[in-house]
């Protein structure tokens, strides 16, 4: 996706030799000319980046499948010690060939186990136990076992459960530089603002149960706000924190049908269109 430039044209010909005091003055005191409104890159509404987490059966048997028929472009995030990136490689880079994005999910999805409700959270992978370099390695590590699923160097990373505190520290400063966007943590799925936008600080919400008229009212939430919208989708019909069949494909069904108004696209092409644009000023 070529991203287009919003730089402009600034400053004036000096005409006729050194300007007089009066114009200095008045040039000295003239309002400065607004920054351009923030704009997606064909006019639409809002962007939406749907996400699928944990490298789930799932996905590659109902997600994937959906979203070929729609003609949308997803990003899954691939845990990459888990048995369906092992035992159903093929089909995964078969996905990224086809458009998806793979992202990265960690090696062992690392939690912490102090959160109220991580009681599923392994002792050999605990993140209150792991340091902040363990963590730096198999981050990295994990970037270079995607690059030989699908030949991309450009990555983006969901911080798993979102909790980023590793025994000695916060790891993610160690890994940031490595990735166009993160999902950082659990929160509004729609963004507030794209003034200021950081695309490696990105909340998400992880719908489970929702409707698909519930999916879409939150994807006109941010066509009103003309922002973007950030789903999290783990089981689809099937395995855990599930969204139905049905509410999933209401869901593509309504983006396909509205490609002039909501850009749907992967996490990274959509974080680096945005990234470039931050210091742009939202719509009003």
Known sequence: MQVRSLTALLGACLLGGALSATSAHAADTAPAAAPSAFHWP???RAAVSLSYDDALGSQLDHAIPALDRAGLKATFYLQLSNPAVRNRMAEWRSAAARGHEL???TLFHQCSNR????DFVQPERNLDTTTVAQMRDQVLLANTMLNALDGRS???FTVPCGDHMAVDGDYLPAVASSFVGIKMREGDAVTGSMAGFDP????????VGLSGRELIDIVKRAGARGTMVNFTFHGVGGDYLTTSNAAHEELLAFLAAHRDEYWTDTF???????GAQR???PQR
């Open 42 to 44: 064909h006019g639409e």
């Open 103 to 105: 992202g990265n999910h």
């Open 115 to 118: 959160v109220p409700g991580h």
């Open 154 to 156: 450009e990555r983006t």
């Open 200 to 207: 490696r600080a990105v909340t998400v919400m992880a719908p």
């Open 268 to 274: 990274l092409n959509i974080t680096r269109y945005a």
């Open 279 to 281: 210091t742009v000023a």
